[in-house]
């Protein structure tokens, strides 16, 4: 099975700052990599897929970069309506898997 | 608009069985992959189970295998999960997605609590 390490599992940052999130595959998973958004309460919403295209609709302060088994999303420039979960999901192969999860609180 | 409308959670019983029910709109279901993935209380998010658009490939995370099954009906537009033999570990909010390579889209989940 292939493990997705996800860092940091929490971070306090203020608005403005920039943010890296990372997950790391076992093994590795081309491209196959999408990146989440998650309220409480609500279901995930896709930021990216295919590890780097920025999902229609989403902000440009978000990207996703990596290949393999590196993966970071970045958040240029930090906003209010970004403090939530972000889970990154590995579709390369079964069982497929999530990350831990990265809570983003605010500092 | 594209919607998933999941119904059919509710409260079981330790060893109880359980149908989930995903209903989809808003575009040519029999062309996707669909899926399922639950996030227990406060927890992360845990893929359990994907069919293709035929039916014809079912996949499942071990947890819940031969417990579970996926299963779909392209002329009602629905995707289900038959949960038998229920545990604790099974309470979570169910969410149903279109999967395969693009792993777009989620319902707004429904939930299943196991207790006695």
């Known amino acids: 099975d292939i493990q997705m390490t996800q860092s940091p599992s929490s971070l306090s940052a203020s608005v403005g700052d920039r943010v890296i999130i990372i997950c790391r595959a076992s093994?590795?998973?081309?491209?196959?990599l999408a990146w989440y958004q998650q309220k409480p309460g609500k279901a995930p919403k896709r930021l990216i897929f295919?590890?780097?295209s920025l999902q229609s609709g989403v902000p440009s302060r978000f990207s996703g970069s990596g290949s393999g088994t590196e993966f970071t999303l970045t958040i240029s420039t930090l906003q209010p309506e970004d403090f939530a979960t972000y889970y990154c999901?590995?579709?390369?192969?079964?069982?497929?898997?999530f990350g831990g999860g990265t809570k983003v609180e605010i500092k | 608009e594209l919607q998933l409308v999941e119904s059919g959670g509710g409260l079981v019983q330790p060893g109880g069985s359980l149908r989930l029910s995903c209903a989809a709109s808003g575009f040519i279901f029999d062309s996707y992959w669909m899926g399922w993935v639950r996030q227990a209380p406060g927890k992360g998010l845990e893929w359990v189970a994907n069919i293709n658009q035929h039916g014809s490939e079912k996949y499942y995370v071990d947890s819940v295998k031969g417990r579970f099954t996926i299963s779909r009906d392209n002329a009602k537009n629905s995707v289900y999960l038959q949960m038998s033999d229920l545990r604790a570990e099974d309470a979570a909010v169910y969410y149903c997605a279109r999967t395969g390579s693009i792993w777009d889209f989620w319902g707004q989940g429904t939930l299943v609590t196991v207790s006695s």
């Open positions: 093994q590795g998973i081309r491209s196959d």
């Open positions: 999901l590995q579709h390369d192969s079964y069982p497929l898997t």
């Open positions: 295919a590890a780097s």
